[in-house]
C-alpha cells in the first residue's frame, strides 16, 4: 500500500514538473520572440533588463539577448541568496537562458524593422505578448530575473511595497530611454508597461469568472434552503451584530459562477427581500459547489420555500 502511495506520489511529482517546465518554455520563448517583433525594431524599453538591454544595444550596437545575459548574472546571484537557492536557481537559469539567448537566434531569422512601424501597436503588441509570456513563467514557478529580483529583495528589507518599487526601478529605466530614443518613444514605452502588468496578472490569476458572495439576513436558514434548492451552493454562515442597531444577524458567503449572479440574487431577494447583499470579484476558487442534490430532496426544498 506504501509502494502504491509513493509510485503516485512520483508520477504526480514528474507530472507537476513537465507542467512547470513546459510554462517555462513557452514563455520564454514568447517573451523572445516579443523582443523581436515589438520592441527592439521600435526603441521601446519598457523597464527592466529587457529595456536596458534594448537601450545598450543602441549605444554599444552589442546583441540584446547577450547584455541581458550579463546583467541578469549578478541579479541571479542575489536571488540566490535571497529568494530560495537551488529551487529558484535552477528554474530561473532555464527560464534565463532560453529567453536571453532565443532573443538572438531568433533575431536571426526575423527582419530588424519587425512587423509594422506603428508605435502605438508596437507598445500594445509588446505589452500583452511580454505580459503573456511573463505570466507563464510564473506559472512555472520560475522567474526572469531582471529587476523583478531587485525589486523583491528590497521589499523584503525594507518593507516598501513592491509595486512603488517596480515603479522606480522601471521608470527610472524608462527615464534613460526618452534620453536615448526620445520621450515620445518613452511615453509608449509606459504603455508597453502598464499593459504586460495587467496582461500577467490576468495570465496568473485567470480571468474574473467568480463572484464572492456576503449575505446579511435574519433569515438564514430559509435562504439557505432556497440557495441549495435553485443553485446548489455550498455556504458558511457565522453570526453579526449590527454596530448601529445592535441587533444580532447572521452572516452567509458563498462564492458562485459569474453566468449564475442573477438567479442567486433574485432567489435571495425572493425569500428575504430585505437582506443585505454584496457581490465582489474573484479569480480563483476551490470546491464550495455540492454534488448535485437527489431530485426528491429538491422538490422537498421547493416545496417548503413555497409553502412558506
Same mark, same amino acid.
Given at each position: 500500500?506504501?509502494?502504491?502511495?509513493?509510485?503516485?506520489?512520483?508520477? $504526480?511529482?514528474?507530472?507537476?514538473?513537465? $507542467?512547470?517546465?513546459?510554462?517555462?518554455?513557452?514563455?520564454?520563448?514568447?517573451?523572445?520572440?516579443?523582443?523581436?517583433?515589438?520592441?527592439s525594431p521600435s526603441d521601446i524599453a519598457p523597464?527592466?533588463?529587457?529595456?536596458?538591454?534594448?537601450?545598450?544595444?543602441?549605444?554599444?550596437?552589442?546583441?540584446?539577448? %547577450?547584455?541581458?545575459?550579463?546583467?541578469?548574472?549578478?541579479?541571479?546571484? %542575489?536571488?540566490?541568496?535571497?529568494?530560495?537557492?537551488?529551487?529558484?536557481?535552477?528554474?530561473?537559469?532555464y527560464a534565463v537562458a532560453i529567453y536571453?539567448?532565443?532573443?538572438?537566434?531568433?533575431? %536571426?531569422?526575423?527582419?530588424?524593422?519587425?512587423? +509594422?512601424?506603428?508605435?502605438?501597436?508596437?507598445?500594445?503588441?509588446?505589452?500583452?505578448?511580454?505580459?503573456?509570456?511573463?505570466?507563464?513563467?510564473?506559472?512555472?514557478?520560475?522567474? +526572469?530575473?531582471?529587476?523583478?529580483?531587485?525589486?523583491?529583495?528590497?521589499?523584503?528589507?525594507?518593507?516598501?511595497?513592491?509595486?512603488?518599487?517596480?515603479?522606480?526601478?522601471?521608470?527610472?529605466?524608462?527615464?534613460?530611454?526618452?534620453?536615448?530614443?526620445?520621450?515620445? $518613444?518613452?511615453?509608449?514605452?509606459?504603455? +508597453? %508597461?502598464?499593459?504586460?502588468?495587467?496582461?500577467?496578472?490576468?495570465?496568473?490569476?485567470?480571468?474574473?469568472?467568480?463572484?464572492?458572495?456576503?449575505?446579511? +439576513?435574519?433569515?438564514?436558514? $430559509?435562504?439557505?434552503?432556497?440557495?441549495?434548492?435553485?443553485?446548489?451552493?455550498?455556504?458558511?454562515?457565522?453570526?453579526?451584530?449590527?454596530?448601529?442597531?445592535?441587533?444580532?444577524?447572521?452572516?452567509?458567503?458563498?462564492?458562485?459562477?459569474?453566468?449564475?449572479?442573477?438567479?442567486?440574487?433574485?432567489?435571495?431577494?425572493?425569500?428575504?427581500?430585505?437582506?443585505?447583499?454584496?457581490?465582489?470579484?474573484?479569480?480563483?476558487?476551490?470546491?464550495?459547489?455540492?454534488?448535485?442534490?437527489?431530485?426528491?430532496?429538491?422538490?422537498?426544498?421547493?416545496?417548503?420555500?413555497?409553502?412558506?
Amino acid at each position: 500500500m506504501k509502494k502504491m502511495r509513493n509510485k503516485k506520489t512520483t508520477k $504526480k511529482n514528474i507530472s507537476s514538473a513537465i $507542467k512547470s517546465y513546459l510554462f517555462l518554455t513557452v514563455g520564454a520563448i514568447i517573451l523572445a520572440f516579443n523582443i523581436n517583433l515589438f520592441l527592439s525594431p521600435s526603441d521601446i524599453a519598457p523597464g527592466g533588463v529587457s529595456g536596458s538591454a534594448i537601450i545598450l544595444n543602441e549605444l554599444l550596437g552589442l546583441p540584446i539577448g %547577450l547584455i541581458m545575459f550579463v546583467l541578469n548574472i549578478p541579479l541571479v546571484i %542575489l536571488g540566490f541568496r535571497h529568494m530560495g537557492r537551488f529551487q529558484f536557481l535552477i528554474r530561473t537559469l532555464y527560464a534565463v537562458a532560453i529567453y536571453n539567448f532565443g532573443v538572438d537566434l531568433i533575431g %536571426l531569422w526575423f527582419p530588424q524593422e519587425g512587423i +509594422t512601424n506603428d508605435l502605438l501597436l508596437n507598445a500594445l503588441y509588446g505589452g500583452i505578448l511580454g505580459g503573456i509570456g511573463t505570466g507563464l513563467v510564473y506559472r512555472g514557478n520560475g522567474t +526572469t530575473a531582471g529587476t523583478g529580483i531587485i525589486s523583491r529583495v528590497l521589499q523584503l528589507h525594507t518593507g516598501i511595497p513592491i509595486s512603488q518599487l517596480y515603479l522606480v526601478i522601471d521608470g527610472g529605466v524608462v527615464l534613460i530611454a526618452a534620453l536615448v530614443f526620445g520621450w515620445e $518613444k518613452a511615453m509608449y514605452a509606459m504603455i +508597453t %508597461l502598464f499593459v504586460w502588468g495587467i496582461t500577467a496578472d490576468y495570465v496568473l490569476e485567470g480571468p474574473s469568472v467568480i463572484r464572492t458572495v456576503i449575505i446579511i +439576513t435574519e433569515l438564514p436558514e $430559509k435562504v439557505t434552503n432556497a440557495i441549495l434548492g435553485q443553485l446548489n451552493l455550498g455556504l458558511t454562515s457565522w453570526e453579526g451584530r449590527g454596530m448601529f442597531s445592535g441587533e444580532e444577524r447572521t452572516i452567509l458567503f458563498c462564492t458562485v459562477r459569474r453566468p449564475d449572479v442573477n438567479t442567486l440574487r433574485s432567489t435571495i431577494i425572493r425569500v428575504d427581500p430585505g437582506a443585505f447583499l454584496v457581490i465582489g470579484q474573484g479569480h480563483q476558487s476551490s470546491g464550495g459547489f455540492l454534488h448535485k442534490l437527489p431530485p426528491r430532496h429538491r422538490k422537498n426544498i421547493e416545496a417548503e420555500i413555497l409553502a412558506e
